[in-house]
């Protein structure tokens, strides 16, 4: 039997993106993401944030480099993957921008597209 192995993360940018370049020349980037969870102990709410590590390949990557900034609302989804260091990273299929600043120079762009800049 085959597994699933997908995931769905909506949270904040811990910091702006940035674009390095693989051994065989393709864009990719690290995004860190935190999302928070939140208990009831003893009549209190207590606030537990948790962060993780996504990867981004290609032009989706040199976008995320170009339009977001630390603290930037985004949904990924993508698949876990597990290294042989055992860290595992989430790898990003699809983003979604939530609550995108529309600026002058994003402006022209999604007046073409009508929609997420990521289609």
């Known amino acids: 039997m085959n597994g699933i192995n997908k995931i769905f993360i909506a949270g904040n940018l811990a910091s702006k993106p940035v674009v390095h370049k693989s051994k065989n020349g393709k864009p990719f980037s690290f995004l860190s993401i935190a999302t928070n969870r939140f208990s009831l102990v003893e009549g ?21 480099e170009k339009y977001l900034e630390k603290g930037f609302p985004i949904a990924v989804e993508g698949f876990l993957e597990t290294t ?13 921008f939530l609550g995108l600043r529309t600026t002058p120079e994003l402006a022209p762009a999604r007046q073409e597209k009508r ?3 990521l289609t």
Request: net charge negative; hydrophobic share 30%; glycine share 6%.
């Open 44 to 64: 209190q709410w207590n606030k537990k944030t948790d962060w993780h590590s996504i990867l981004v390949w290609g032009k989706k990557a040199e976008i995320c």
């Open 115 to 117: 929609g997420d800049p």
């Open 84 to 96: 042989s260091e055992h860290k595992t990273t989430i790898v990003a299929e699809d983003l979604h």
